[in-house]
């Protein structure tokens, strides 16, 4: 079973707007982990927000946690073309056990 | 620094036939993970190494996956015999921190299998 869900499962915006997209997990976590992965290769982690915190930027990214609806969202602004790409949570359990969602498919138009 | 090597990065073989795959984590890292990504799925964890003991192999299909990592550093996935519903990119990926410490994953390219 997968422990993240993202939605939506797939986004088209053009270039400057901004993207966000949620995920939901289901049991108790560590921490919430972003990967992205550019097709046909491996995946890229991108920010880590543990479970005492509710939000956290680095660069063009911003993530927020809400562990009382076991959810979080990835918001990036100004994006870029070469921000095209899919985009996974993966939530951490004590064990240092990943669970990734399904992903959400991300295009940027110029 | 070297990232995760994996090798080979693609795979055709026909169904029952059998496959492997090597991985090689960064140097120190002692979680080893090896994922099974179906096309436009997420990845779907196989089995979670800490040194050379196993985490975690509730959703490796024992009757025919099997995994190893010899002396905590490298590690072998084998298939045997291979399914058409097998064919997928099997990524490995590495930690350097382990249980409730665990932080970001390296990943590497993957290896990339098709059954006929």
């Known amino acids: 079973s997968q422990q993240g869900e993202e939605d939506p499962q797939a986004l088209s915006i053009q270039e400057g707007e901004n993207a966000t997209m949620n995920c939901s997990y289901k049991?108790?976590?560590?921490?919430l982990q972003w990967y992205r992965q550019n097709s046909g290769r491996g995946l890229v982690h991108l920010i880590l927000i543990r479970s005492n915190e509710r939000e956290k930027h680095s660069g063009r990214l911003r993530v927020t946690l809400d562990t009382s609806k076991k959810s979080s969202s990835l918001l990036i602004t100004a994006s870029r073309a070469a921000d095209t790409a899919s985009y996974f949570c993966a939530a951490t359990d004590s064990w240092g056990k990943l669970q990734f969602g399904a992903g959400t498919q991300v295009v940027v138009t110029p | 620094e070297a990232g995760v090597a994996q090798s080979p990065r693609y795979k055709i073989i026909e169904k029952r036939q059998s496959v492997a795959f090597w991985c090689n984590p960064i140097s120190g890292h002692a979680t080893l993970y090896w994922y099974q990504q179906i096309l436009g799925q997420g990845p779907k964890l196989l089995i979670q190494?800490?040194?050379?003991?196993?985490?975690?192999d509730s959703q490796l299909p024992k009757d025919r996956f099997s995994a190893e990592r010899l002396k905590g550093v490298d590690s072998t996935l084998k298939i045997q015999p291979a399914k058409l519903e097998d064919s997928a990119v099997y990524l490995c990926?590495?930690?350097?921190?382990?249980?409730?410490?665990?932080?970001?994953?390296?990943f590497g390219e993957g290896s990339r299998l098709t059954v006929l």
């Open positions: 190494f800490q040194n050379n003991g196993v985490v975690d």
């Open positions: 049991t108790s976590i560590n921490n």
């Open positions: 990926a590495s930690s350097f921190q382990t249980g409730s410490n665990t932080g970001e994953l390296f």
